[in-house]
Protein backbone atom coordinates (compact mmCIF):
# COMPACT_ATOMS: atom_id res chain seq x y z
CA UNK A 1 0.00 0.00 0.00
CA UNK A 2 1.70 3.12 -0.94
CA UNK A 3 1.92 6.13 1.51
CA UNK A 4 -0.72 8.92 1.51
CA UNK A 5 2.20 11.78 2.25
CA UNK A 6 0.35 15.62 2.71
CA UNK A 7 3.93 17.39 2.47
CA UNK A 8 7.82 17.37 2.40
CA UNK A 9 10.47 19.48 4.28
CA UNK A 10 13.54 18.65 2.21
CA UNK A 11 15.51 20.37 4.89
CA UNK A 12 15.43 20.31 8.65
CA UNK A 13 17.81 20.33 11.48
CA UNK A 14 14.91 20.69 14.36
CA UNK A 15 12.67 17.55 13.46
CA UNK A 16 15.44 15.01 13.77
CA UNK A 17 17.94 16.86 16.88
CA UNK A 18 21.73 16.92 15.42
CA UNK A 19 20.65 15.71 12.26
CA UNK A 20 20.32 16.54 8.44
CA UNK A 21 16.89 15.17 7.59
CA UNK A 22 13.88 15.74 4.86
CA UNK A 23 10.68 15.18 6.99
CA UNK A 24 7.82 13.36 5.41
CA UNK A 25 4.78 14.07 6.47
CA UNK A 26 1.81 11.57 6.27
CA UNK A 27 -1.58 12.23 5.74
CA UNK A 28 -4.03 11.15 8.73
CA UNK A 29 -4.51 11.29 12.25
CA UNK A 30 -7.66 10.11 14.46
CA UNK A 31 -7.28 12.56 17.44
CA UNK A 32 -8.11 16.23 17.63
CA UNK A 33 -5.67 18.16 20.06
CA UNK A 34 -7.12 21.85 19.49
CA UNK A 35 -3.33 23.11 19.73
CA UNK A 36 -2.60 20.89 16.40
CA UNK A 37 -0.09 22.89 13.85
CA UNK A 38 -0.92 20.74 11.39
CA UNK A 39 -4.27 20.52 10.66
CA UNK A 40 -4.13 19.85 7.10
CA UNK A 41 -2.68 16.74 7.90
CA UNK A 42 -5.72 15.42 10.05
CA UNK A 43 -7.73 14.15 7.46
CA UNK A 44 -7.30 10.65 5.59
CA UNK A 45 -6.92 12.13 2.39
CA UNK A 46 -6.15 15.46 0.99
CA UNK A 47 -6.62 17.17 -2.42
CA UNK A 48 -2.50 18.60 -2.45
CA UNK A 49 -0.95 14.91 -1.52
CA UNK A 50 2.21 14.42 -2.95
CA UNK A 51 2.95 11.13 -4.59
CA UNK A 52 5.60 8.53 -3.01
CA UNK A 53 7.30 8.31 -6.04
CA UNK A 54 7.78 12.13 -6.19
CA UNK A 55 9.41 11.62 -2.98
CA UNK A 56 11.58 9.06 -3.43
CA UNK A 57 13.13 10.74 -6.42
CA UNK A 58 13.57 13.64 -4.71
CA UNK A 59 15.65 11.01 -2.28
CA UNK A 60 17.45 9.76 -4.69
CA UNK A 61 18.78 13.29 -5.66
CA UNK A 62 19.46 13.95 -2.08
CA UNK A 63 21.72 10.93 -0.99
CA UNK A 64 24.77 11.89 0.50
CA UNK A 65 23.98 15.09 1.45
CA UNK A 66 20.92 14.39 4.11
CA UNK A 67 21.80 12.47 7.30
CA UNK A 68 18.24 10.94 7.26
CA UNK A 69 14.46 11.12 6.58
CA UNK A 70 11.93 12.11 9.63
CA UNK A 71 8.67 10.73 9.21
CA UNK A 72 5.85 12.81 10.56
CA UNK A 73 2.34 13.91 10.59
CA UNK A 74 -0.77 13.75 10.90
CA UNK A 75 0.51 10.20 12.45
CA UNK A 76 2.42 7.96 10.49
CA UNK A 77 1.36 4.79 11.94
CA UNK A 78 -2.17 5.14 10.99
CA UNK A 79 -0.91 3.88 7.81
CA UNK A 80 -0.65 0.46 6.60
CA UNK A 81 1.87 1.62 3.95
CA UNK A 82 4.60 3.11 6.59
CA UNK A 83 6.56 -0.08 6.85
CA UNK A 84 7.17 -0.53 3.13
CA UNK A 85 8.11 3.36 3.02
CA UNK A 86 10.97 2.65 5.88
CA UNK A 87 12.05 0.06 3.97
CA UNK A 88 12.59 2.26 0.29
CA UNK A 89 14.26 5.08 2.60
CA UNK A 90 16.58 2.27 4.12
CA UNK A 91 17.42 0.62 1.46
CA UNK A 92 18.72 4.68 -0.43
CA UNK A 93 21.38 4.66 2.56
CA UNK A 94 19.09 7.00 4.86
CA UNK A 95 18.96 6.78 8.44
CA UNK A 96 15.07 6.82 9.74
CA UNK A 97 13.43 8.91 12.06
CA UNK A 98 9.67 8.62 13.33
CA UNK A 99 7.50 11.18 14.98
CA UNK A 100 4.23 9.62 16.80
CA UNK A 101 1.34 9.99 19.00
CA UNK A 102 1.88 6.04 19.65
CA UNK A 103 -2.08 5.63 19.02
CA UNK A 104 -1.74 2.16 17.02
CA UNK A 105 0.69 0.67 19.58
CA UNK A 106 0.58 -2.48 17.61
CA UNK A 107 2.22 -0.94 14.34
CA UNK A 108 4.38 1.11 16.31
CA UNK A 109 6.17 -2.15 17.27
CA UNK A 110 6.21 -3.35 13.85
CA UNK A 111 7.93 -0.61 12.74
CA UNK A 112 10.50 0.16 15.92
CA UNK A 113 12.96 -2.21 14.33
CA UNK A 114 13.65 -0.52 11.37
CA UNK A 115 13.80 2.81 12.37
CA UNK A 116 16.94 4.63 14.09
CA UNK A 117 15.18 7.10 16.58
CA UNK A 118 11.77 8.66 17.94
CA UNK A 119 10.02 11.08 18.57
CA UNK A 120 7.18 10.57 20.91
CA UNK A 121 4.65 13.16 22.34
CA UNK A 122 3.11 12.46 25.71
CA UNK A 123 0.09 15.21 25.70
CA UNK A 124 -0.87 14.99 29.12
CA UNK A 125 -1.54 12.41 31.94
CA UNK A 126 -2.70 9.13 30.78
CA UNK A 127 -5.94 9.39 32.45
CA UNK A 128 -6.58 12.85 31.10
CA UNK A 129 -5.71 12.55 27.46
CA UNK A 130 -9.58 12.53 25.84
CA UNK A 131 -9.50 16.59 27.07
CA UNK A 132 -6.74 16.90 25.15
CA UNK A 133 -7.22 14.40 21.71
CA UNK A 134 -11.35 14.67 22.13
CA UNK A 135 -10.96 10.28 21.76
CA UNK A 136 -11.99 8.14 24.45
CA UNK A 137 -9.31 5.51 25.79
CA UNK A 138 -6.38 7.38 23.98
CA UNK A 139 -4.36 7.42 27.13
CA UNK A 140 -4.47 3.79 27.21
CA UNK A 141 -3.34 3.39 23.67
CA UNK A 142 -0.54 5.96 24.01
CA UNK A 143 0.43 4.37 26.76
CA UNK A 144 0.96 1.45 25.41
CA UNK A 145 2.69 2.77 22.56
CA UNK A 146 5.40 4.36 24.83
CA UNK A 147 6.16 0.86 26.74
CA UNK A 148 6.41 -1.16 23.22
CA UNK A 149 9.26 2.19 22.48
CA UNK A 150 10.73 1.85 25.81
CA UNK A 151 11.41 -1.68 25.43
CA UNK A 152 13.02 -1.53 21.66
CA UNK A 153 15.75 0.11 23.15
CA UNK A 154 15.77 2.64 19.71
CA UNK A 155 17.38 6.08 20.34
CA UNK A 156 13.93 8.14 21.22
CA UNK A 157 12.40 11.64 23.48
CA UNK A 158 9.54 11.87 25.02
CA UNK A 159 8.15 15.23 24.26
CA UNK A 160 5.10 17.18 26.04
CA UNK A 161 3.64 20.24 24.47
CA UNK A 162 2.44 22.92 26.87
CA UNK A 163 -0.57 24.85 26.32
CA UNK A 164 -1.61 26.56 29.39
CA UNK A 165 -5.77 26.16 28.65
CA UNK A 166 -5.21 22.51 27.92
CA UNK A 167 -1.96 21.70 30.75
CA UNK A 168 -1.44 22.83 33.70
CA UNK A 169 1.68 23.27 35.91
CA UNK A 170 0.17 20.23 38.08
CA UNK A 171 -0.76 18.44 35.48
CA UNK A 172 3.20 18.67 33.78
CA UNK A 173 4.33 17.93 36.80
CA UNK A 174 2.15 14.81 36.85
CA UNK A 175 3.25 13.76 33.40
CA UNK A 176 6.59 14.09 34.19
CA UNK A 177 6.08 11.61 37.32
CA UNK A 178 4.15 8.96 35.16
CA UNK A 179 7.37 9.76 32.88
CA UNK A 180 9.94 8.93 35.00
CA UNK A 181 8.06 5.86 36.76
CA UNK A 182 8.03 3.75 33.53
CA UNK A 183 11.70 4.57 32.83
CA UNK A 184 12.21 7.74 30.54
CA UNK A 185 15.18 9.40 31.12
CA UNK A 186 14.96 12.37 28.42
CA UNK A 187 12.08 13.99 28.61
CA UNK A 188 11.67 17.42 26.49
CA UNK A 189 9.05 20.08 27.06
CA UNK A 190 8.26 22.71 24.70
CA UNK A 191 6.15 25.83 24.83
CA UNK A 192 2.86 25.66 22.36
CA UNK A 193 3.49 27.11 19.34
CA UNK A 194 0.42 29.26 17.63
CA UNK A 195 1.28 28.49 14.17
CA UNK A 196 -1.28 26.57 12.11
CA UNK A 197 -3.73 26.17 15.31
CA UNK A 198 -7.15 26.81 13.93
CA UNK A 199 -8.84 27.55 17.37
CA UNK A 200 -9.00 31.08 18.04
CA UNK A 201 -9.57 30.40 21.64
CA UNK A 202 -6.31 28.07 22.14
CA UNK A 203 -4.19 31.12 19.69
CA UNK A 204 -4.67 33.72 22.30
CA UNK A 205 -2.28 31.61 24.84
CA UNK A 206 -3.22 32.10 28.46
CA UNK A 207 -0.29 33.31 31.50
CA UNK A 208 1.46 30.82 32.79
CA UNK A 209 1.32 30.77 36.36
CA UNK A 210 5.18 29.69 36.27
CA UNK A 211 7.58 29.40 33.63
CA UNK A 212 8.32 26.37 32.14
CA UNK A 213 11.88 26.72 33.03
CA UNK A 214 11.08 26.86 36.78
CA UNK A 215 8.40 23.43 36.15
CA UNK A 216 11.52 21.96 34.60
CA UNK A 217 13.61 22.60 36.97
CA UNK A 218 11.52 21.10 39.34
CA UNK A 219 11.55 17.97 37.05
CA UNK A 220 15.08 17.70 36.60
CA UNK A 221 16.06 15.27 39.17
CA UNK A 222 13.68 12.64 37.84
CA UNK A 223 15.65 12.71 34.51
CA UNK A 224 19.06 12.23 33.19
CA UNK A 225 18.14 14.89 30.84
CA UNK A 226 15.33 17.53 30.60
CA UNK A 227 15.16 20.22 27.95
CA UNK A 228 12.64 23.14 27.97
CA UNK A 229 11.94 24.64 24.41
CA UNK A 230 10.22 27.90 24.30
Known amino acids: ?37 NPDLIPPRSENEIPWQAVMEFLHRRQGMLDGVVFSGGEPTLQAGLLDAVHEVRALGFKV ?13 AVLPFVDWVGMDVKAPFADYPRTTGAEGSGGRALAGLQHLLASGVEHEIRTTVHPALLSDTDLIQVGHELAERGVHRYVIQAF ?14 VRERSLQDVGEELAMLFEEITVRT
Open 1 to 37: MTLRVGGLTPLSTTDWPGMLAAVVFCQGCPWRCGYCH
Open 193 to 206: RSQGCRDESLRQSA
Open 97 to 109: GLHTGGMYPSRLA
